[in-house]
C-alpha cells in the first residue's frame, strides 16, 4: 500500500501569510492527488484534485502542484475562514490519507 | 444537490458487529456514474478508506480490513450497509459515507456528515 506523509503536523500562521503544507507519497502516483480542509465536527471537503485542479466554488488562493511523490499545497494568503486541518489523499485504489496538518492562528 | 446521511448506533459492544446504513438523497444510488464509499476517522490512525459497493453489487474493499468487511447495497431504498465484525476498541471511529465519480477512482467528492461509533462494554 501507499504511505502518505505530510509535513508539517502544526503550522502557525497570521491572516494574510502565505503557506505551505507538503505530501509525500512512498512512490510515483503521478498526478493522482486531492487535498481536502476539514473543520472540527465536519467532514472533510475536497478542494484540490489531480494535483492542481481547484474543485468548483474554491476559493483561487489555494492551489497545488506536484507530480510522482511530492506535491505542496499553498494558500497565497491566509483568511480567518482557512484556519483548519488539511489532508492529501492518493486516491488510487487503496486509497490512502497523511495524517492531517493544522493551521492554527499564531 | 445529492445528500448522504449515516445512520446506526452509537454503541458497539466488543467482538460484536457494527451496522450502519447510509441513505442516499437528491439522487438514485443506481446511477451507473458513481462508487458509494465508506471511510472512517479515529485519532489513533487518522482517515481510514474502507471500501466501496457498485450499485450492481461488486465491492472493492481495503486489505487492512477485507476479512471483516461487507458493505450491501439496497437499490429499492438508495441506501448503502457496512457491516464490521469483531469489533475491538480500534474501530471506536467516526464513520463517513461518500460518493465518488467512477471515472476519477477515488476521489471523495460528496461525503456525509459522519456518525461517532463507540466500542465498549
Known amino acids: 500500500d501507499i504511505q502518505m506523509t505530510q509535513s508539517p503536523s502544526t503550522l502557525s500562521a497570521s491572516v494574510g501569510d502565505r503557506v505551505t503544507i507538503t505530501c509525500r507519497a512512498s512512490?510515483?502516483?503521478?498526478?493522482?492527488l486531492a487535498w481536502y480542509q476539514q473543520k472540527p465536527g465536519k467532514a472533510p471537503k475536497l478542494l484540490i484534485y489531480?494535483?492542481?485542479s481547484l474543485e468548483g466554488g474554491v476559493p483561487s488562493r489555494f492551489s497545488g502542484s506536484g507530480s510522482g511523490t511530492e506535491f505542496t499545497l499553498t494558500i497565497s494568503s491566509l483568511q480567518p475562514d482557512d484556519f483548519a486541518t488539511y489532508y492529501c489523499?492518493?486516491?488510487?485504489?487503496?486509497?490512502?490519507f497523511g495524517q492531517g496538518t493544522k493551521l492554527e492562528i499564531k | 444537490q445529492v445528500q448522504l446521511q449515516e445512520s446506526g448506533p452509537g454503541l458497539v459492544k466488543p467482538s460484536q458487529t457494527l451496522s450502519l446504513t447510509c441513505t442516499v438523497s437528491g439522487g438514485s444510488i443506481s446511477s451507473g456514474d458513481y462508487y458509494w464509499n465508506w471511510i472512517r476517522q479515529s485519532p489513533g490512525k487518522g482517515l481510514e478508506w474502507i471500501g466501496y459497493?457498485?450499485?450492481?453489487?461488486?465491492?472493492n474493499y481495503n486489505p487492512s480490513l477485507k476479512s471483516r468487511v461487507t458493505i450491501s447495497v439496497d437499490t429499492s431504498k438508495d441506501q448503502f450497509s457496512l457491516k464490521l465484525n469483531s469489533v475491538t476498541a480500534a474501530d471506536t471511529a467516526v464513520y463517513y459515507c461518500?460518493?465518488?465519480?467512477?471515472?476519477?477512482?477515488?476521489?471523495?467528492?460528496?461525503w456525509g456528515q459522519g456518525t461517532l461509533v463507540t466500542v465498549s462494554s
Open positions: 489531480k494535483a492542481s
Open positions: 459497493i457498485y450499485y450492481t453489487g461488486s465491492t
Open positions: 489523499q492518493q486516491y488510487t485504489s487503496p486509497c490512502s
Open positions: 461518500a460518493r465518488t465519480l467512477v471515472r476519477d477512482q477515488l476521489l471523495l467528492t460528496y
Open positions: 512512490q510515483s502516483i503521478n498526478k493522482w
